[in-house]
Nanobody, 127 residues
Framework: QLQLVESGGGLVQPGGSLRLSCAASGFSLDYYVIGWFRQAPGKEREGVSW??????NYADSVKGRFTISRDNAKNTVYLQMNSLKPEDTAVYYC??????????????????????WGQGTQVTVSS
């Protein structure tokens, strides 16, 4: 059974850092795109960062501050978040979609395109 489990959220002061983890089981990361998404209260779910076997991408709002990476041996994707701002406060989700020929050319960024979701982890940036 395909499963995604996020961890690493918490409360941090503005300017601080957190590292989120997305542990995958039941499938290999080699054959899937993993995306990080977030949703703040009263707001639409939005994409943050994405990674496939050959590409990575970032939303403009997090470029230069967040870094996505993967550890194939652990079947885990990470999101290193630095210089956090209050507007980064949200529930963060990781999600997976099978890596198709089309997605090899262009990473899917729309959350509707993703098939499998974790339960989410809360990130709160506040002084």
């Amino acid at each position: 059974q395909l499963q995604l489990v996020e961890s690493g959220g918490g409360l941090v002061q503005p300017g601080g850092s957190l590292r989120l983890s997305c542990a995958a089981s039941g499938f290999s990361l080699d054959y899937y795109v993993i995306g990080w998404f977030r949703q703040a209260p009263g707001k639409e779910r939005e994409g943050v960062s994405w990674i496939s076997s050959s590409n990575t991408n970032y939303a403009d709002s997090v470029k230069g501050r967040f870094t996505i990476s993967r550890d194939n041996a652990k079947n885990t994707v990470y999101l290193q978040m630095n210089s956090l701002k209050p507007e980064d406060t949200a529930v963060y989700y990781c999600a997976a979609v099978r890596l198709t020929r089309l997605f090899r050319l262009r990473i899917p960024e729309d959350w509707h395109q993703y098939e499998y979701w974790g339960q989410g982890t809360q990130v709160t940036v506040s002084s």
